[in-house]
C-alpha cells in the first residue's frame, strides 16, 4: 500500500481478554517500530523490528505485551489478559533504512479501550 | 525530569500570526523529528535535523546541538495548521526515538 496501515482502527475490549492489533509497513521497509500513546501524552517506545529480528523490546511494559514480525513484512502486537491501564493508541511505524537515520512513516494507529 | 521537554503545551494564536515552538533535550542525540498530529489520526513527519535550519513552505525547523534545542517555526499561520506538534530525538546509543510531550496548537480564523 501507499501508507502504514493498521487494523483495527478502534477495538474496546474487557478486562482480561486477548486482543492483538495488526500493522501493515511500506513495503520494502526494513524497520518497524511500535509506540504506545497515552491520552494527552506524547508516545511511547514499545518495540523494534530490522526485518524480522525484533532487536529491542525494552519498552513493553510487561510479560503481557508479545510483538513478532515473522516474515519481516506485517507485524503483530498481542497484549493478553488486558487491563486498564493498557487503554491507549498504538502506533506503528516504518523506515526503509536499518535505522532512524531516515524519514519515519507512521500508520494511524489503533485506539485500544479497556473496559 | 523528562529527556524532552515542550513549551508551551498549548498555544493559541489568530490566523496569520507567527508561531514557535521549543524543543528542549538533556541526552545526545545524532537526531531530531518534528511531528505533527491531527486529532483521530496519525503522525506526519514534518522535519528531520541533525544541525542547522530546515524550511519547507511556512514551517522552519531549526537546531542548536550545543544549547540542545530545536524550535519550530509557523510563519502566516492558518486554521489548518490546528495540530499537536511533536519533538522527537534519536538518540546516539540505539534506535529508538524519545518524545516529548507534545505541543497542542488552535489557530483561531
Known amino acids: 500500500g501507499a501508507g502504514v496501515s493498521q487494523s483495527p482502527r478502534y477495538k474496546v475490549a474487557k478486562r482480561g481478554q486477548d486482543v492483538a492489533l495488526r500493522c501493515d509497513p511500506i513495503s520494502g521497509h526494513v524497520s518497524l517500530f511500535w509506540y504506545q500513546q497515552a491520552l494527552g501524552q506524547g508516545p511511547e517506545f514499545l518495540t523494534y523490528f530490522q526485518n524480522e529480528a525484533q532487536l529491542d523490546k525494552s519498552g513493553l511494559p510487561s510479560d503481557r505485551f508479545f510483538a513478532e514480525r515473522p516474515e519481516g513484512s506485517v507485524s503483530t502486537l498481542k497484549i493478553q489478559r488486558t487491563q486498564q491501564e493498557d487503554s491507549a493508541v498504538y502506533l506503528c511505524?516504518?523506515?526503509?533504512?536499518?535505522?532512524?537515520?531516515?524519514?519515519?512513516?507512521f500508520g494511524e494507529g489503533s485506539r485500544l479501550t479497556v473496559l | 525530569k523528562n529527556e524532552v521537554e515542550q513549551s508551551p503545551q498549548n498555544l493559541t494564536a489568530q490566523e496569520g500570526e507567527f508561531i514557535t515552538i521549543n524543543c528542549s533535550y538533556s541526552?545526545?542525540?545524532?537526531?531530531l523529528h518534528w511531528l505533527q498530529q491531527h486529532p483521530g489520526g496519525g503522525i506526519v513527519s514534518l522535519f528531520m535535523?541533525?544541525?542547522g535550519k530546515k524550511k519547507h513552505g511556512r514551517l522552519i525547523a531549526t537546531i542548536n546541538i550545543q544549547e540542545k534545542h530545536s524550535s519550530l517555526h509557523i510563519t502566516a499561520s492558518h486554521p489548518r495548521d490546528s495540530a499537536v506538534y511533536i519533538c522527537a530525538v534519536r538518540t546516539a546509543a540505539g534506535n529508538k526515538l524519545t518524545f516529548g510531550g507534545g505541543t497542542r496548537v488552535l489557530v483561531k480564523p
Open positions: 541526552v545526545g542525540i545524532s537526531a
Open positions: 511505524a516504518s523506515s526503509l533504512g536499518l535505522s532512524l537515520l531516515g524519514e519515519l512513516f
Open positions: 535535523l541533525s544541525s
